[in-house]
């Protein structure tokens, strides 16, 4: 009890460390007016709010992602609140396809400054209704679709002696929750990719820098896949992507994260739950492990317990609408609402009548 009394503590002091470097930062932001930022999955969710918060700040957009139609009404909505945005078709998970997207960004906007790896998949189910294949397809979309545009945009990038890479992971490439392995272990994956890079490529003049969001209030449960069973599955984890206190604002968090861009930092976690998650388990990786193995006890059941039978997966839009339940559609009004604004339920309304936001902390 002790022990965990100090542990509570010293997260508490890192809450306020992280405060206090915050308030520094400010002071050596720098201005990224007429830069030209590359967005992986920039179509939809926290991406389109990125393209959007990067063009707010001067910078020249380049978006891509895999869907022709999300990316047009992306462009169109961007545009609409005036970022100048160039938007590519192309699968991060397929060299060939990201060297020809980040070749032809080049040629129409002269150079990529910053590369913003967002890109990813999240798949909802526990490991009895897991295949293999989906731990692939989850290590294809979020760790080689951050390599992929990686390995593409540095030559240019080396060559300058200058240039930023954000990598967006998660809270979940620092404690690994049940029911989200694949995405988990990929996110796990692209951190110690993300860190590595930064210690590298420093001394070239290219700074990286690694985002662990937590929870946000993005809609972006509507286009995660959901294995057997499928409604309890979907209702736990649409509400906690949907209620407030437990999900952060996802406008909030593309401030923060433009912020962190322009200061440089190594490492940026989003949102008090997830950084108590990250120092708590930092300090006791055993009990927090322990407690997660608790926590699986209330969520779904798998069909067979016993043993390993996939299920095939469905998106979360599809499952919300067979399940017409009104008590879940009230409890995830937020999320909802960010939805219809992110163009995660195939409508884009940014906001663009208000302020320019002060700088981020």
């Known amino acids: 009890m002790t022990a965990a009394r100090n542990g509570l503590k010293l997260a508490a002091g890192s809450l306020a460390l ?33 393209a959007q918060e990067f063009g707010r700040e001067g910078c020249r957009v380049v978006i891509c992602a895999r869907e022709e139609g999300e990316l ?3 462009r169109a909505e961007l545009e609409r ?11 991060v998970g397929e060299r060939v396809e990201v060297e020809r997207a980040m070749d032809e960004a080049t040629r129409h906007f002269g150079r990529i400054d910053i590369l913003v790896n967002n890109a990813g998949i999240i798949q909802v189910g526990s490991l009895q209704e897991t295949s293999a294949s989906d731990f692939e397809e989850a290590h294809r979309v979020i760790f080689w679709g951050t390599l992929n545009p990686t390995l593409a945009v540095l030559p240019q ?14 809270i979940g490439g620092r404690v690994s929750v049940p029911h989200l392995v694949p995405y988990s272990s990929a996110k796990f994956a692209t951190v110690g990719l993300s860190e590595g890079l930064r210690a590298e490529l420093r001394r070239y003049g290219i700074t990286v820098t690694t985002i662990a969001p937590g929870l946000m209030r993005t809609g972006s449960y509507l286009n995660a896949e959901f294995k057997e069973p499928r409604a309890p599955e979907f209702t736990w984890f649409a509400l906690g992507a949907s209620l407030p206190i437990v999900s952060l604002d996802a406008r909030r968090a593309a401030r923060q994260i433009v912020s962190a861009t322009r200061r440089g930092d190594a490492d ?29 006890r209330v969520l779904p059941e798998p069909r067979t317990p016993e043993t390993i039978s996939p299920s095939a997966t ?4 599809e499952v919300e609408e067979r399940m017409a339940s009104r008590a879940v559609d009230v409890a995830t009004t937020m999320g909802r609402a960010a939805a219809d604004r ?5 409508v884009a309304r940014l906001e663009d009548d208000e302020p320019a936001p002060p700088r981020e902390g």
Do not use: K, W, Y
Request: aromatic share 4%; charged share 20%; hydrophobic share 45%.
């Open 18 to 50: 992280a405060a206090v470097r915050a308030a520094l930062g400010r002071l050596r932001e720098d201005d990224l007016t007429g830069q030209t930022v590359f967005v992986t999955g920039g179509s939809r969710g926290l991406g389109l709010l990125l």
């Open 72 to 74: 047009e009404r992306a």
């Open 81 to 91: 609140t005036g970022v100048e945005v160039l938007a590519l078709a192309s699968d």
């Open 157 to 170: 990038m080396l060559a300058r002696g200058s240039g930023r890479i954000v990598n967006v992971t998660s």
């Open 268 to 296: 940026r976690t989003l949102g008090i739950p997830a950084m108590l998650s990250a120092r708590f388990h930092g300090l006791f990786p055993g009990a927090t492990a322990d407690f997660l193995g608790l926590v699986n």
């Open 314 to 317: 469905m998106r979360g839009a």
């Open 342 to 346: 992110t163009n995660e339920r195939g």
